[in-house]
């Protein structure tokens, strides 16, 4: 069976929500939804769930444990990451709950495709699933050529370990992609801790959490990946961030020069604006009215109501509101 699954909780209930509309409207109401939890705070998205037949929430918590065990296991390998965390600021296990959607690994799908929470699917996703009759891992970005949110490019051991074109060809975005049942084994995956301990941890990049682990997993298998972005014909490519401000709308899809987009990922726009956005804030961001069309799609009535000039969710903090987190009223 395949299916589509997720990653969420509470704090990004709005994108959450919008997420699923544009999965229902661009693809049906007949494609299964699996969510992993991010952590234990739930409860507007299992209230969301409950109204959603094709839509279920994860609670194998023995995968969901053997998953959050790997994940601190490959960050205690690395030699430096817990300590310059630390002197940033951050906690050890940075952005621990990130790496729960691994469970899709074990999950009910034989077949799956993983959408980030701030993303929108715009288009159908049999294609994605026809190439992994052939493939391990499809997915369709451009994170390639920024290896350097990946892994540590100071690292000797990097060129040690992977080709240059490998990694020019298998490093990709872990916001989108679709893969398969158990294709990581228990032995593999003991297999690949074995290595991390052994030094190989170093070449993970530390101010990301599970993209790393996830392209080395994939890397150090020799998993199979096949990345449309390094497969179709240059008039047919898109592009799939919001960075992008060229995308043209057309019946509440997006279209790059003409091809319709694969999914538009909201990446760099933190979850509290989408909330102050919901909450009414006039806060404005690329293909904000696009968000806001698959967000009420069900209750266009709650559609808030914005008033005043909008700011842009990038403006710099106003004198006043510096003034006031200097004297800590405001956060």
Not at 97 to 117: E, V
Not at 118 to 137: A, C, G, S
Not at 212 to 217: H, K, Q, S, T
Request: include cysteine; hydrophobic fraction near 35%; charge should be neutral.
């Amino acid at each position: 069976m395949d299916g589509i699954c997720t990653l969420a909780n509470d704090a990004v209930y709005d994108q959450f929500v919008a997420l699923l509309n544009s999965i229902e409207a661009v693809q049906g109401r007949d494609i299964p939804v699996c969510v992993y939890p991010y952590n234990d705070r739930v409860d507007k998205i299992a209230a969301e769930i409950e109204r959603r037949s094709n839509v279920q929430l994860y609670d194998n918590l023995e995968s969901m444990q053997r998953w959050d065990e790997f994940f601190k296991a490959v960050w205690d390998a690395h030699p430096t990451a817990h300590q310059r965390r630390l002197e940033k600021g951050f906690v050890p296990y940075y952005r621990f709950g990130h790496q729960r959607y691994f469970c899709a690994f074990d999950g009910p799908f034989d077949r799956f495709l993983y959408l980030d929470a701030d993303t929108l699917l715009m288009n159908r996703v049999e294609p994605i699933f026809e190439k992994l009759d052939r493939h391990d891992i499809v997915v369709y970005d451009y994170q390639y050529k920024d290896p350097g949110h990946v892994y540590d490019l100071s690292s000797p051991k990097l060129t040690e370990l992977f080709s240059v074109e490998q990694i020019r060809s298998s490093i990709f975005c872990s916001g989108l992609f679709a893969s398969k049942k158990r294709l990581y084994s228990l032995e593999q995956m003991d297999w690949l801790l074995s290595r991390l301990r052994d030094g190989e941890a170093e070449v993970l990049y530390i101010w990301a959490s599970d993209q790393p682990i996830l392209n080395y997993m994939a890397m150090r298998s020799n998993s199979k990946v096949y990345n449309f972005a390094l497969n179709l014909p240059e008039d047919k490519l898109t592009g799939c961030c919001v960075t992008s401000s060229h995308f043209e709308e057309r019946d509440s899809l997006l279209f790059d020069r003409g091809n319709q987009l694969t999914y538009i990922h909201y990446i760099g726009i933190s979850s509290k604006i989408f909330n102050r956005l919901c909450q009414g804030e006039n806060i404005d961001f690329p293909y904000r009215d696009l968000f806001l069309y698959y967000r009420y799609l069900h209750e266009p009535e709650n559609r808030p109501r914005l008033k005043g000039k909008a700011k842009a969710y990038n403006a710099p903090p106003s004198l006043t509101d510096r003034v006031l987190k200097k004297l800590k009223l405001v956060r």
